[in-house]
C-alpha cells in the first residue's frame, strides 16, 4: 500500500512538473521578445550555413534579440523544428515573439543574396560597388560623405577604412544603407576588441592611428606571409621619428588624378597623405583593412627590419639597414623605391 502511495505520488509531482513546463514553454514562445532596434526601428542579423539551432539562437542574441540562447533552442526541440533552419539574412521588427522567430528561420523562403566587401578597396570603390549592386535598394546615391555618416551615426568625420571587409548576406531590396551600418558597426566592434587587447609598446594614440597603421599595411602587403614584418618595419620607423615613405599613401593623395603610374615629381609634391614629405601617420586610413592587417598594427612582431622592396612576385625582401635595402633595390627594381 505505501509503495502505491509513493508511486501515486511520484506520477503526480511528474505530472505537475510537465504541465509546469509546457505552461512556461507556451508562455515564451507567445510572448513579445524584446530587440534592440536600429534606428530604422529593425533588427538585421544573419544565419551562416551549418549553424544548427543552437548557433542560430546564439547569433540572434549577438545581434541584439533579447532572449537566452537555450530557451530558443529548447522550444525549437519542443516543437520539432530545430532540424530546419534556414541560412540567411533576416529582419524583424518589434512586436515578434519567439515562435514567430523559430517560424521565420525554418520557412524557407526567405530571398537573399550578398556582396562581398573587399579588403585594400577604398571608400570610393565600395559605393561604386554598391550603386551597381542590382538587388540593394539604393537610398545613399547622391550622398554626400559627410551625410552618409551622419545617417549611420558615425563619429568619423572621414569615412575611409570603416567598414570591415567581408561577405555580407542580405534579402534581396535590402536598403544599401542598412548593409553599410553593418559593415560600420562590425568594423567598430572588431576594432574596439583587438585594441583592448593590443601589444601596450604600439605606438598609437588611439584605435583610431592603429586603423589607419593597418590601411596601410593591408596596400602593402604582397603575400600573406609578409604581413607581419611589413608591420614591423612600419611601426620600427615610426618609433623612431622615420619618415613611412610609402607609395600607397601618396597615390591616395592624388585621388582620382591617380593614372596608374607613380612618378618621382609626386613623392616630392606635398599633400597630407605624402609621407615622403610628412612625418607620422597620414591623417586618415588610404582604405579597408581587413582583419589579419588589424591584427598585425596591434600585434607586430619584434623586428629590427626598417626597409623593404618587392620581389616582383608578390613576396619583399626586408632590410635592416640602408646600404642592405639599396642592394635589394637595384638587385630587383633596378633603381626603383622599395
Not at 533588427?43 to 545581434?63: H, V, W, Y
Not at 534581396?172 to 601589444?199: F, V
Not at 627590419?305 to 608578390?314: I, N, T
Not at 619583399?316 to 633596378?334: C, D, G, M, P, W
Amino acid at each position: 500500500m505505501r509503495l502505491f502511495k509513493r508511486l501515486l505520488l511520484t506520477g503526480l509531482l511528474g505530472t505537475i512538473a510537465m504541465a509546469g513546463f509546457a505552461g512556461w514553454m507556451a508562455w515564451f514562445a507567445f510572448a513579445v521578445v524584446p530587440l534592440k532596434v536600429n534606428p530604422q526601428g529593425v533588427l538585421a542579423f544573419d544565419i551562416r550555413p551549418g549553424l544548427g539551432l543552437k548557433g542560430a539562437a546564439q547569433a540572434m542574441a549577438q545581434s541584439g534579440v533579447d532572449f537566452e540562447p537555450w530557451q530558443f533552442a529548447l522550444l525549437g526541440r519542443f516543437t520539432g523544428m530545430d532540424r530546419n533552419i534556414q541560412a540567411g539574412s533576416y529582419e524583424v521588427s518589434p512586436g515578434v515573439t519567439a515562435l514567430e522567430l523559430l517560424q521565420k528561420l525554418t520557412a524557407g523562403d526567405v530571398t537573399q543574396t550578398s556582396l562581398v566587401v573587399v579588403e585594400g578597396k577604398t571608400f570610393r570603390e565600395l559605393r561604386a560597388r554598391l550603386d551597381a549592386h542590382p538587388d540593394l535598394r539604393h537610398e545613399t546615391s547622391g550622398l554626400a560623405d559627410a551625410e552618409l555618416l551622419q545617417r549611420l551615426g558615425a563619429a568619423e568625420s572621414h569615412p575611409e577604412g570603416l567598414f570591415f571587409p567581408d561577405t555580407y548576406l542580405f534579402a534581396k531590396q535590402s536598403n544599401d544603407l542598412t548593409l553599410l551600418r553593418r559593415a560600420y558597426q562590425s568594423m567598430q566592434h572588431r576594432l574596439a576588441a583587438e585594441w583592448a587587447g593590443r601589444d601596450a609598446s604600439v605606438p598609437y594614440k588611439n584605435a583610431y592611428e592603429a586603423l589607419i597603421m593597418a590601411s596601410i599595411i593591408e596596400k602593402e602587403t604582397g603575400t600573406a606571409a609578409d604581413r607581419g614584418k611589413v608591420a614591423s618595419v612600419f611601426v620600427n620607423r615610426l618609433r623612431r621619428g622615420m619618415l613611412l615613405q610609402t607609395d600607397p599613401t601618396v597615390i591616395y593623395g592624388i585621388g582620382e588624378k591617380f593614372d596608374g603610374n607613380l612618378r618621382k615629381s609626386d613623392l616630392h609634391t606635398d599633400t597630407v597623405y605624402n609621407t615622403y614629405t610628412r612625418a607620422g601617420l597620414p591623417p586618415t586610413p588610404i582604405a579597408l583593412p581587413g582583419a589579419a592587417s588589424i591584427q598585425a598594427a596591434l600585434h607586430p612582431p619584434v623586428s629590427d627590419f626598417l626597409y623593404f622592396v618587392a620581389r616582383g612576385d608578390g613576396s619583399s625582401v626586408f632590410s635592416r639597414t640602408l646600404e642592405e635595402h639599396n642592394r635589394a633595390v637595384i638587385r630587383y627594381q633596378k633603381g626603383g623605391r622599395g
